[in-house]
């Protein structure tokens, strides 16, 4: 069994950095980067690809080579903050189309949109507490600020790389949730909403195997990029980085307890799914937007799109989140991370039953092992999926 938090700073010390091994790994990205866009086609989606997972790779590994480095430490810190940007714009862009009056496909060039009333507050309001929140996650980098997090979490309150994980998470957490906050509705829902109102495509030219298979590709580079980001080649070598990642051979008796603990989870999800709905409409609360959101994964309802979706989003997320985050961030802190990432796309009834089930998966994680949590998380999903591919009624209305 892995335990999560016998990884300790004494074993990150044991491999020193390998040079030939980053090298490699930058001239290899380099090269599909630029045949990949240079060619186009399947080549450039499958770097395209790797846009989700690799700017953070980057910046777990320039957080390493920190450590000793005090250049590492400089494009360390200039790396998140751009990446702190770039999420900011994410939300903010969703949240400007969601917004929007009238037509996109009739709107004449030059001239600009019309919004709803109260838009230019909620943008503004965006700007200033994405703002905000970024100066708070800064806070993180005051080594006071992590000796109180010590009381908490699993963390070595000396640590650059640490530090950096700290403010990542604290800052992405943030920016994720407050677009949610301030537009009372999940920003990407919103603009596939108004898209898909339209009548416009929001699956582009890709089709349901394309958008698949884009999610193949993804997976790729998580696998790779969660291996290189727990200091493979820096500070651990292959074997040392697989166990921090608790990516492992599971038993026979973890496969089994995956799927078993998958089933009741559904169970419990749906349960409780239902009575959060009737929570939140009982207090004339707004919900998931079950019709957008609907378009949004329409690609994956079917049985491919269910085994895609299961082997993508349960080794890729558990991988990030329970794999790379939870041994120095504990259950807790990580799982509002997770939580987080689908604030774009979920209503807070939603989200406060994935709150419940991603603890389930922490606690599996720590039991066992992160492939443990993986098989639980893909056969949730894998499931949740066949039960819509088949329209089966979870409970009478």
Known sequence: MINPTTATVDTEQQSPINGRILGGAFALLTLIYLAGFAVGGELGQIALAGVYSLPFTLLAVLAYIGVDRIWGKVLAIGWLLLLLALVFLNGFFNGFIGLMEGSLT????????????????????????????????????????????????????????????????????LLSIIPLIVLNAPPTLLAVAKLTDEGMDITGDRGTAGQLLSHV?????????????????????????L???????????????????????????????YAMDMLWEALGWPTTDAEAFGELIAFAINPIGAIVIGITAGIGEELGVRGVLQPRLGIVL??????????????????????????????????????????????YDFILIMLAVFEVPLFSE
Do not use: C
Not at 362 to 379: E, F, M, P, W, Y
């Open 106 to 173: 009739t709107l004449a060039p030059g001239t600009l949109p019309e919004f709803q009333e109260g838009a230019l507050g909620k943008l503004l309001a965006i700007t200033g507490l994405s703002l905000l929140a970024v100066l708070v996650s800064m806070l993180a980098f005051l080594p006071g600020v992590r000796l109180w997090f010590r009381r908490f979490l699993p963390i070595d309150p000396h640590s650059f790389v640490h530090a950096i994980a700290l403010v990542s998470v604290v800052g992405l957490t």
């Open 217 to 241: 590709y993804r997976l790729s580079w998580i696998i790779p990029g969660a291996i290189l980001a727990v200091g493979y080649a820096i500070r651990r070598n292959l074997r040392q980085a």
């Open 243 to 273: 166990d921090r990642l608790g990516f492992v051979r599971p038993s026979l008796k973890q496969v089994l307890l995956g799927i078993a603990s998958a089933a009741a989870l559904v169970a419990a999800a749906t349960t409780l799914g």
């Open 334 to 379: 990580s799982n509002i991370f997770f939580i987080a990432l689908h604030a774009s796309q979920y209503h807070w009834n939603t989200l406060l039953t994935l709150f419940f089930i991603g603890l389930a998966f922490g606690v599996l994680r720590k039991r066992t092992n992160t492939t443990t949590s993986a098989i639980t998380h893909g056969t």
